[in-house]
T-cell receptor
């Protein structure tokens, strides 16, 4: 079993839809959870950062972490064509320079006008 | 300045060439990273520098040679590469802090250098 599993997609939705992206993980030591967005031929950019369990909201984006189920989600409300990108979940057990991020494989989202 | 700047954006090289990728950040981050990303795959860690010292080498072949001349700069020297080394090379940095809610685990990535080895 991989440490982090992410539905590979791709996912296509109409503009205005609510999008739900999910990752599961097996390492109970993970405490820090991130979602990165990567446009084609660009580097990943951070969307959301969460420590431990709970919800975090930023504009149209909501990140949820359920450590008991080892499950994290990213919700995008009122999706826009500009949200079309690859979304990567990432997580790590601790802070520090040598703390490695473990990434999911990424899911490509397409929002149709 | 909240950016990680990578040059060149694109590089084409032959298998016998020597070239370098450069990365610069002025956010005061003391941890810097090289990642390799193949198409439709997540980034794979190559090297970690902490306070300008190499702290992690993920068993990367010696044809890739990293260098951290100072706290703002990170280089990746390339020599005798293979076509399978063609990829997007990403530099990243992050602060080194212990405050769990400070986002100290958050990597800031550059736009990448797209390398093609012929």
């Amino acid at each position: 079993q991989k440490e982090v599993e992410q539905d590979p997609g791709p996912l296509s939705v109409p503009e205005g839809a609510i999008v739900s992206l999910n990752c599961t993980y097996s390492n109970s030591a993970f405490q820090y959870f991130m979602w990165y967005r990567q446009y084609s031929r660009k580097g990943p950019e951070l969307l959301m950062y969460t420590y431990s369990s709970g919800n975090k909201e930023d504009g149209r984006f909501t990140a949820q972490v359920d450590k008991s189920s080892k499950y994290i989600s990213l919700f995008i409300r009122d999706s826009q064509p500009s949200d079309s990108a690859t979304y990567l979940c990432a997580m790590s057990p601790n802070t520090g320079a040598n703390s490695k991020l473990t990434f999911g494989k990424g899911i490509t989202l397409s929002v149709r006008p | 300045d909240t950016e990680v700047t990578q040059t060149p954006k694109h590089l084409v090289m032959g298998m016998t060439n020597k070239k370098s990728l450069k990365c610069e950040q002025h956010m005061g981050h003391r941890a810097m990273y090289w990642y390799k990303q193949k198409a439709k795959k997540p980034p794979e860690l190559m090297f970690v520098y902490s306070y300008e010292k190499l702290s992690i080498n993920e068993s990367v072949p010696s044809r890739f040679s990293p260098e951290c001349p100072n706290s703002s700069l990170l280089n990746l020297h390339l020599h005798a590469l293979q076509p399978e080394d063609s990829a997007l090379y990403l530099c990243a940095s992050r602060p080194v802090r212990r405050d769990r809610n400070s986002g100290a685990n958050v990597l800031t990535f550059g736009a990448g250098s797209r390398l093609t080895v012929l």
